[in-house]
């Protein structure tokens, strides 16, 4: 008899969620015999009326913040990815960010180890954790300590910070016996992934969809890797079913390194438009870029994605929706 499972999107409003439900939809969750899922965020109502395909008959809408709520439903797997991705929030107010990441997570931690006891439970942590990636590194491990939040800028110091600390409180719930793993989640690139914000890979894809020039406003040496959503679902899937009380951490990301101006021609490219790439002239480099050796040797990861199949398939499902 098979016995249909299901999951608690928490924070499921936002990319991470709307991915989630778009792979539910196309039949991608089935090896976790997925039949039901619970999407929990302030509005996810708004689905509803802003997705309905996303939003069909077994997929349940709760409005609740997660940082007050006194109960929570039954579930089998949990992902929790409660905490803005909008860059902007952080920099005008970083402090009540910061409150907001930490009360998400305190008070679930509080529910859950009542409510969630034989769940599996993944923390959507971030990359930002290991502080500025040193141009030496090429990749970073889940065991670098030494750039340290302290060497970002301010606002970005508070958004690492909050989720260190998140990573902690999780973890106390491993302590109590419960089954949990941390994400540290690098870049994605995905059907909804904001397209106006500052996630550069979306405002390529912008630019791409509306004909007009892909633009790079960086004027400093940049590189980025892109997990296509299809394998950060699976991969958090997996992390959720080995997670265990002892809280293993994984990077969750791809590992194929791309300057931002190869990006922008790489887009460009695939819409046929042309790529406005400046002259480099601040030699500082940005680099952010995980080492997922971890997640491969002791998980049995895979990317199903290379950056230019994932490219491929975003403009597809952009072109068809502007079709449509």
């Not at 930002?128 to 750039?147: K, M, N, R, T």
């Not at 590992?255 to 021609?265: F, K, P, Q, R, Y």
Request: proline share 4%; charged share 20%.
């Amino acid at each position: 008899m098979r016995v249909e499972r299901t999951l608690l999107l928490i924070g499921g409003s936002g990319f991470f969620g709307k991915s989630f439900l778009d792979a539910y939809w196309r039949g991608l969750l089935a090896p976790w015999r997925i039949g039901r899922v619970i999407v929990l965020a302030r509005q996810a109502s708004r689905l509803r009326a802003w997705h309905p395909l996303l939003a069909g008959a077994t997929v349940e809408l709760i409005d609740a913040d997660i940082a007050t709520i006194a109960s929570l439903p039954h579930a089998d797997y949990v992902i929790h990815a409660a905490s803005s991705s909008d860059a902007r929030a952080y920099a005008i107010n970083p402090l009540a960010e910061r409150a907001n990441i930490l009360g998400a997570i305190e008070n679930y931690c509080r529910v859950a180890a009542r409510d969630h006891r034989d769940a599996r439970i993944v923390y959507a942590s971030s990359g930002a954790v290991y502080g500025q990636q040193p141009e030496a590194l090429s990749h970073v491990p889940e065991d670098f300590v030494a750039g340290a939040a302290a060497s970002l800028i301010a606002y970005k110091r508070d958004y690492a910070e909050a989720k260190r600390l998140s990573e902690a409180a999780l973890a106390g719930l491993g302590e109590r016996g419960l089954a949990v793993s941390v994400a540290r989640c690098f870049a994605f690139v995905g059907a909804y992934l904001p397209r106006d914000q500052h996630f550069a890979i979306g405002n390529f894809l912008a630019d791409g969809i509306a004909g007009r020039p892909v633009r790079v406003a960086a004027r400093n040496p940049v590189y980025r890797s892109y997990m296509h959503a299809d394998d950060l679902v699976r991969w958090l899937m997996t992390l959720a079913t080995y997670a265990t009380a002892e809280c293993p951490i994984y990077n969750v990301g791809s590992d194929e390194t791309v300057s931002i101006g190869d990006l922008a021609n790489l887009v460009a490219a695939r819409f046929g438009v042309a790529a406005d790439v400046p002259e480099i002239v601040d030699p500082v480099v940005d680099r952010y870029v995980p080492s997922i050796a971890k997640a491969r040797r002791e998980l049995g990861l895979t990317l199903e994605y290379d950056l230019t199949s994932a490219i491929d398939a975003v403009a597809e499902r952009l072109i068809a929706s502007e079709a449509a």
